[in-house]
């Protein structure tokens, strides 16, 4: 079968993830890319032997050629999606569109129906639904084996320095410029948890706030940037500290270091964090996105799910409970502790290449791209577990959360 070809809008941290994970399958081929910034559009176009005449700085100019690859992956800061996926959409390529689907509900909206009218394949990168992890533990809950789900418990442990790094100091610190906490990071989460029930809840409210990255939290003697600051040692945000132990590790230096400087040598890192936004003061910064929230979701037959974002954690796998009539599970990633309420009986279920929790998205980035070029070589969608309709489903909840959040009231969903 000859291999997909694709076309990579977007040539940052994601977007280079998804393109090498194409190529080392074999089964995909990287023929084209946009990206403005130019030290990563030459390194694309370099490592993929993508030609001259393929190579963009606006995606806008892709699109405006006749159709070069079957599918397109697009990257794109979060409020740069709705454009481009239309528009390629259009042009009748098939999407891997990176989440947020969205930043607006309309957008998102505009998307399925333009992957509708094409009758093109779109995939959303909710990639916690294809870890092998999901798959043990969505067919222990399909099996019937704890009866009857009830509730739920879910926690996403953001982790400490993970929030200084993106959410206070970096891409994703303002709504105004990305989007709310909830839907830039943890529509993955709500996503994967109406995968796991089957269908969206009736009702959502939630809480929470930035309660500690704020000017009023600073200890005394904290100073506007790191490398200026008497008290630096004694922090546990510290950019110096998190950014220099980042170097001579090879993973560390792709994420998050390579969001701080293309160049990783010392003397790079120092510059970057005595002028660019990275070498903030975590008390000192523009952000807004919260730190913590819980949202609470009620379904149609009176099963309830609570699940808690927190930045105050280490970075870790996900932690779940599952309650059944006639069962629990216990989950954190890697392992399912099954019990049987009829004989009182625990098994420990152990997921095998479940891989790292910071590394892959537990296995959820290659099963991502296998399954979405399974599916456009094929042309066969079974492989994948949602659409641009199921995408747009789960979107207006994490919508629903917010609005639940900002007004202190319980949200309703109505139909699609």
């Not at 959410?167 to 948890?193: E, N, Q, Y």
């Not at 309830?304 to 870790?316: G, I, K, L, V």
Request: glycine share 8%; with cysteine.
């Amino acid at each position: 079968m000859p291999a997909v070809t694709l076309a990579l809008v977007g040539a940052g941290l994601r977007g280079q993830t998804y393109a090498r994970l194409a190529h080392a399958t074999g089964a995909g081929q990287v023929v084209a890319v946009a990206e403005p910034d130019p030290v990563r559009r030459t390194a694309a176009a370099e490592e993929f032997g993508i030609p001259p005449h393929q190579v963009y700085d606006d995606w806008s100019d892709l699109a405006g050629r006749a159709r070069l690859a079957d599918a397109a992956i697009i990257a794109t800061q979060d409020r740069q999606h709705t454009e481009p996926a239309i528009r390629l959409a259009d042009a009748g390529y098939h999407l891997l569109l990176e989440k947020p689907m969205a930043t607006e509900e309309h957008e998102a909206a505009a998307i399925a129906a333009a992957a509708e009218r094409n009758k093109i394949m779109l995939v959303v990168c909710h990639v916690l639904r294809y870890t092998p992890y999901t798959g043990v533990l969505k067919s222990l809950v399909d099996s019937g084996r704890i009866g009857r789900l009830i509730s739920v418990e879910h926690l996403e442990p953001v982790g400490w320095w993970h929030q200084a790094h993106s959410f206070v100091r970096g891409h994703w610190r303002s709504t105004a410029t990305s989007s709310p906490m909830l839907l830039a990071k943890a529509c993955h989460d709500i996503d994967w948890l109406v995968h796991l029930f089957g269908r969206p809840p009736r009702r959502v409210s939630s809480f929470g706030s930035l309660t500690h990255f704020r000017a009023d939290a600073a200890p005394p003697g904290a100073a506007p940037r790191c490398l200026d600051c008497t008290i630096e040692h004694t922090c546990p945000y510290s950019a110096k500290r998190l950014y220099l132990n980042c170097l001579g590790d090879a993973e560390s230096e792709f994420w998050p270091l390579s969001a701080v400087t293309d160049t990783p040598t010392e003397e790079a890192v120092l510059e970057a964090l005595r002028t660019g936004p990275y070498g903030r003061c975590v008390y000192a910064c523009d952000n807004d996105a919260v730190d913590h929230q819980v949202v609470s979701m009620e379904f149609d037959d009176g099963a309830t799910c609570s699940f808690t974002m927190s930045a105050f954690t280490p970075m870790e796998h996900r932690r779940t409970r599952l309650h059944g009539t006639h069962g629990f599970l216990d989950g954190d990633g890697t392992t399912i502790r099954l019990v049987d309420f009829l004989t009182g009986s625990q098994e420990l279920v152990h997921v095998p290449t479940a891989g790292a929790a910071a590394g892959g998205h537990a296995g959820g980035d290659e099963g991502l791209i296998a399954a979405f070029l399974e599916a456009v070589a094929t042309g066969d969608a079974a492989a994948l577990t949602s659409d641009a309709a199921a995408s747009l489903a789960t979107h207006r909840v994490v919508w629903a959360a917010e609005q639940a959040r900002l007004t202190g009231s319980v949200i309703t969903l109505g139909p699609l």
